[in-house]
């Protein structure tokens, strides 16, 4: 059901600066066949207002929504960081455009380099940070792996020692269902990630795979259908767990209020077919055009169906609407400190066969694809050479 409480929402979309423009009129809710989300009540986010925030990553698809709306609410201070020039100019055009109260402090960095990454902390002092900056394209990741765990996972460390040394309140992990029982470099690295986060005592929310977003199914089916190519789905069977953009930056946001250590997901009720997400684009396409639908196979890395939780956690009720929270059992994590250093110098000196056997550790459930496995007999033979 819908939440009948006020919303911090005043308007009917989030305008994300990149996404695809013909997925800006798509009434999402008509594909998902349920109503939004609950929204946050305005009342449970009034903290927010009276604090310093950091986004990294607030130049991607939910990052920038993500600055957009904290903007509406009125932070004392909003800094929000990007690895990607052409991403934080496009957040600039977005904000001088939506002309919002508060305008925030753009900064062009990369979360893997402590020494500036302290920098802008000590600047910025944030009380709140919104970790959503990750490299997440499952494809190129798989023939990428040490740059995968560098940039999701290390840069991870980077930034919850930085938040510790710091006295920073509160880390919001942004982290994704591919974490779980992953065949991915991208989940393994993001369940590192969640590791870590959960090691700072910080928040991890788990989302699933989000409408119209840039490089999302929806925004490559998009360009298919405008151009009139085929469209391609990689198994008539694959399918997925859906949720709008508006609902992913009202899980964040309700998010910052959890309790620490805590791992949360959307409680949504099924996954659907990629292929019936397909059928409804094209459907309601504006174009007379009537591509046809072609299937390719699964990629490396990819999954017929993910699922937001393992089976060493059991979802309960959170106290926070939209949310399901894990409960799990104790993770024992008395040996990450050192593990992650051992990572840390593996990725440093580019040995793959021994940053993947302490992956395969700290993620006992990830299952390398045959990508990776390939990469790793090649390091080996060349180590062995």
Request: with cysteine.
């Amino acid at each position: 059901m819908q939440a009948t409480h006020s919303s911090i929402y005043t308007e009917a979309v989030i305008p994300v600066p990149h996404a695809a423009s013909s997925a800006t009129s798509i009434d999402w809710y008509e594909f998902l066949e349920r109503p939004r989300l609950p929204s946050p009540a305005t009342e449970a986010l009034a903290h927010l207002r009276d604090s310093s925030i950091l986004i990294t990553g607030a130049g991607g698809s939910i990052g920038s929504a993500l600055s957009l709306q904290l903007a509406r609410l009125g932070p004392r201070h909003l800094a929000l960081l990007d690895a990607s020039e052409q991403a934080l100019y496009r957040l600039q055009s977005a904000f001088a455009d939506a002309q919002l109260p508060v305008q925030p402090q753009l900064i062009l960095a990369n979360i893997t380099d402590a020494v500036h990454l302290d920098e802008i902390v000590e600047t910025h002092r944030p009380e709140l940070i919104f970790h959503a900056a990750a490299y997440k394209h499952v494809p190129l990741l798989e023939e990428h792996p040490l740059e995968a765990i560098a940039n999701n996972a290390l840069g991870t460390l980077t930034l919850a020692d930085c938040a510790k040394k710091h006295s920073i309140a509160r880390l919001v992990l942004v982290s994704t269902d591919k974490a779980v029982t992953p065949i991915s470099i991208l989940g393994a690295s993001k369940r590192i990630a969640e590791r870590i986060t959960l090691d700072h005592e910080g928040v991890v929310l788990r989302l699933a795979n989000v409408l119209g977003s840039e490089g999302s199914v929806s925004e490559t089916f998009l360009c298919q259908i405008a151009a009139g190519s085929p469209v391609t789905i990689t198994d008539p069977d694959a399918e997925r767990y859906f949720l709008t953009c508006e609902e992913a930056v009202d899980l964040l946001l309700a998010s910052a209020g959890a309790k620490t250590g805590s791992i949360l997901v959307p409680n949504l009720d099924r996954q659907y077919k990629i292929s019936s997400l397909a059928e409804f684009l094209i459907r309601t396409s504006p174009s007379e055009a009537r591509p046809s639908i072609a299937f390719t196979g699964l990629r490396p890395g990819d999954k017929i169906r993910e699922v937001l939780w393992s089976p060493e956690e059991r979802p309960m009720p959170a106290p926070i609407q939209g949310h399901l929270e894990m409960e799990r059992r104790a993770s024992g994590d008395a040996l990450l400190r050192r593990e992650l250093m051992h990572l840390k110098d593996a990725v440093r000196e580019r040995d793959l066969p021994r940053a993947l056997e302490i992956v395969l550790q700290l993620v006992p459930s990830y299952t390398p694809s045959a990508t990776v496995q390939a990469l790793q007999r090649k390091a080996l033979g060349a180590l062995q050479s």
